[in-house]
């Protein structure tokens, strides 16, 4: 499958044909914390592994967003402990990949996991993202214990935080969004990276290009000029960025419409090429063939 290598290319930490090497690396992942609020904290892998977190911390306790990768846990952990003493009451899974709730089981024992239904469903299969799926079975610890359908509001810590999923299949099909409306700091999981590279659309489980550029509309509607984003992998970004983001895959997804209408193959669309303004966008993440696939194949579902 085309998508899947180039999803091992991206992320060159967790290569499957190089797993001793993988593990070599989480070992020398660390964690970097950065105050955003006075209880908002992001939490970053270095050199760039998992997805972002976010950690909201004060009198009612510890709220995470997203967990990383077993190996990277206990690391986690400390740099929590560092922000606040005390167990962890709640982790929410942005989505079901290996990347950002591949640490649940670490978290199980002490937290209430929560996330979309499909979530619970993904890792329940064993997928770690796509048809890429783990060896053996995964604890019960690692799945989540209250899961939903649409969207749920927590009032924590002072402020309310939403907890949003936007209706359309995206980057998998169950993605949320996690908006600390009093703090004004959103984590958008992979519906947003802020890195050279087109986003990832997980095919596999019924994502979709079009649903993603959709979703990012929605959240654009609901933030303002002053709102933090962490996107799921990358520097904090800014609505201008969102923005931008949005309108290349907008104006891409147009573009591989109008030229699937015209009765062009995907193959020939990949040799043409994007117009050569989203030559900015760069290849690190997703290539632009990859997502010009992603896109193509989207257009049918
Ligand atoms: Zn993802």
Excluded: C
């Excluded at 299969?125 to 079975?137: A, H, L, S």
């Excluded at 962490?230 to 997804?253: C, M, N, R, Y």
């Amino acid at each position: 499958m085309r998508v899947a290598v180039w999803m091992v290319g991206a992320w060159l930490a967790v290569d499957a044909v190089s797993a001793t090497a993988a593990e070599q690396d989480l070992a020398a992942v660390e964690i970097r914390t950065t105050p955003l609020t006075e209880r908002i904290y992001l939490l970053v892998t270095d050199p760039p592994t998992a997805g972002n977190l976010a950690v909201s911390a004060g009198e009612d306790g510890i709220m995470l967003v997203d967990d990383t990768m077993m190996p990277i846990t206990p690391r986690v952990k400390a740099a929590i402990a560092e922000i606040q003493e005390g167990e962890v009451a709640f982790v929410i899974n942005t989505h079901f990949h290996f990347d950002h709730a591949g640490g649940n089981a670490a978290f199980g024992e002490e937290a209430t996991i929560v996330a979309h239904s499909t979530v619970r469903k993904r890792l329940m299969e064993g997928r770690e993202w796509g048809v890429v799926f783990i060896e053996g079975e995964r604890p019960a610890a690692a799945l989540p214990v209250l899961t939903f359908d649409e969207s749920v509001t927590f009032h924590w810590n002072g402020e309310t935080v939403d907890v949003i999923h936007f209706p359309d299949p995206s980057h998998t099909d169950g993605d949320l969004v996690v908006f600390f409306r009093d703090s004004n700091v959103v984590h958008t999981g992979d519906q947003y990276i802020n890195r050279n590279g087109f986003p990832f659309i997980d095919l596999d489980v019924g994502g979709t290009a079009q649903g993603l550029r959709d979703n990012m509309a929605k959240l654009l509607e609901i933030i303002d000029d002053e709102t933090t984003i962490i996107p799921g992998h990358g520097p904090l970004a800014s609505k201008a960025d969102l923005q931008w983001f949005h309108d290349v895959v907008a104006e891409t997804i147009a573009y591989v419409e109008g030229e699937k209408r015209a009765g062009k193959t995907v193959e020939q669309i990949q040799e043409a090429g994007l117009p050569e303004a989203y030559e900015e966008v760069g290849s690190g993440f997703i290539p632009e063939a990859a997502w010009i696939q992603a896109v193509y194949t989207s257009l049918d579902m």
